[in-house]
T-cell receptor, first 114, second 112 residues
Framework: DAGVIQSPRHEVTEMGQEVTLRCKPI?????LFWYRQTMMRGLELLIY????????DSGMPEDRFSAKMPNASFSTLKIQPSEPRDSAVYFC????????????FGPGTRLTVL | GDSVTQMEGPVTLSEEAFLTINCTYT??????LFWYVQYPGEGLQLLLK?????DKGSNKGFEATYRKETTSFHLEKGSVQVSDSAVYFC???????????FGKGITLSVRP
């Protein structure tokens, strides 16, 4: 299996622009998680889905952030408008229910907002 | 709520030194416990896990034992290598919500 796939790997944008991060989970996994990692705050869970339905979005920092999962093989995290304090590495992870509770992480997207 | 506390870092060791990274947790019920490792420029990878008290997880020479009485899951390795240089995260998963609660992570640097 190819593992969790994220794109782009790096994104540099200017303040005020819209940013869309993409994730393809491991085939057969029914949970998908979005995390943000910064030096100051460490690793934070933003939102997670089960069977394409958002279960807990309490970690989404504000209304500028939104996430969707239109089907089992694709999810997006959108920031509109972006701000310099959104600069971070964003990770997507997936897991399969009914057994191991191990989450498998993608390589991350490093976002820089100028 | 659930929480994970890791020892403060960073940690710098010489090659072949013994490693211990402390991790304690607070959780309701009986959580599963994990160590994840993040190599430079990469995502997190599962290093090892334990799902019940007294279980020992092991992988790549690393070990950790689930100690319910001390609510701990310390990571150990008898002889570290330069290639072990990475950030190590302790985490727990409790209940049916499938969320992982992570510690802050600790950076390990191993010098030749």
């Amino acid at each position: 299996d190819a593992g969790v796939i994220q794109s782009p790997r790096h994104e540099v944008t200017e303040m005020g622009q819209e940013v869309t991060l993409r994730c393809k989970p491991i085939s057969g996994h029914d949970y998908l998680f979005w995390y943000r990692q910064t030096m100051m705050r460490g690793l934070e869970l933003l939102i997670y889905f089960n069977n394409n339905v958002p279960i807990d979005d309490s970690g989404m920092p504000e209304d500028r952030f939104s996430a969707k999962m239109p089907n089992a093989s694709f999810s997006t995290l959108k920031i509109q408008p972006s701000e310099p304090r959104d600069s971070a590495v964003y990770f997507c992870a997936s897991r399969q229910s009914g057994g191991s509770d191990t989450q498998y992480f993608g390589p991350g997207t490093r976002l820089t907002v100028l | 709520g659930d929480s994970v506390t890791q020892m403060e870092g960073p940690v710098t060791l010489s090659e072949e030194a013994f490693l211990t990274i402390n991790c304690t947790y607070t959780a309701t019920g009986y959580p599963s416990l994990f160590w994840y490792v993040q190599y430079p420029g990469e995502g997190l990878q599962l290093l090892l896990k334990a799902t019940k008290a007294d279980d020992k997880g092991s992988n790549k020479g690393f070990e950790a034992t689930y100690r319910k009485e001390t609510t701990s899951f310390h990571l150990e390795k008898g002889s570290v290598q330069v290639s072990d240089s990475a950030v190590y995260f302790c985490a727990l998963s409790a209940g049916a919500n499938s969320k992982l609660t992570f510690g802050k992570g600790i950076t390990l640097s191993v010098r030749p």
